[in-house]
């Protein structure tokens, strides 16, 4: 077998928040900030962390199963006003994210991100660290069904025309790794973010990296 795996995938796909940024932090702080405008129990930064990679309203459901519909909503407004203010200084990549991507970019597999974020804080977020340039295409909250349902994954399969076993996942939670799985595709986990090594590696990926560079080396960039 070649070294380089990564000729064997034609579609490549990112979830964003803590595989590419940094952004885990932020999100768990304003999650803190809106429960306590809300006047609801404080829950910790694990388990704010564990919904990281779901789309705003399920995780926000997931958290806080008691409220109701108004509820949720009045929290999803105190989350995106403390996150926006916490954006203000925008969370950047990770180590040897920019390097990396420069080095996949040069390959033949067309680039895409998979995001439970909303469109608008995606762009702000891939403007603010001048990565637009590395993606073909991104799926957010606002296109597609959430994680862990493999609805991003076979949009964007049908857009470019690529077979299951052409598509790598690459994330940092459990919502990817079963997305991929439930999508038929291969998927890489990343530990830097929001999953644990043995959270993720009860999915099987075919890799399980500690870095970004580690990333590159299984790639066999």
Same mark, same amino acid.
Do not use: C
């Given at each position: ?10 579609? =490549?796909? &990112? ?21 306590l ?14 919904? %990281? $990679? +779901? ?5 926000? !459901? ?12 009045? +929290? ?6 403390? *996150? ?12 040897? %994210? ?23 804080? +995606? !762009? ?26 493999p609805?991003? =994954?076979? !949009? ?13 996942? =690459?994330g ?7 997305m991929? *799985? ?12 929001? $999953?644990s *090594?043995?959270?993720? !590696?009860? &999915?099987?990926?075919?890799? %399980? ?5 580690? %990333? +590159? ?5």
């Amino acid at each position: 077998m070649s070294d380089r795996r990564i000729d064997k995938y034609a579609l =490549i796909v &990112f979830d964003w928040d803590g595989t590419l940024v940094d952004s885990i932090p932020n999100i768990a702080e304003a999650l803190r900030r809106a429960a306590l405008e809300e006047a609801l129990p404080v829950l910790g930064d694990a388990l704010y962390r564990s919904v %990281v $990679g +779901l789309s705003l309203g399920p995780a926000l !459901q997931r958290l806080y199963p008691e409220l109701s519909d108004e509820g949720n909503r009045r +929290l999803r407004m105190a989350y995106k006003h403390h *996150h926006s203010e916490l954006e203000q200084s925008p969370s950047r990549p990770f180590s040897g %994210v920019e390097a990396g991507m420069t080095a996949i970019r040069k390959s033949n597999a067309i680039l895409a991100v998979a995001t439970g974020k909303r469109r608008p804080g +995606l !762009q702000r977020s891939m403007a603010a660290n001048g990565l637009e340039s590395f993606f073909d295409a991104s799926l957010t909250a606002d296109d597609a069904r959430s994680k862990p349902d493999p609805d991003m =994954i076979e !949009q964007l399969m049908a857009r470019f025309q690529v077979l299951p076993d052409q598509v790598l996942m =690459i994330g940092d939670s459990g919502f990817d790794m079963e997305m991929a *799985h439930r999508a038929g595709t291969d998927a890489l986990a990343v530990t830097y973010g929001a $999953g644990s *090594h043995e959270s993720l !590696q009860a &999915f099987e990926p075919v890799y %399980v990296a500690e870095n970004f560079e580690s %990333v +590159l080396v299984w790639l066999g960039i």
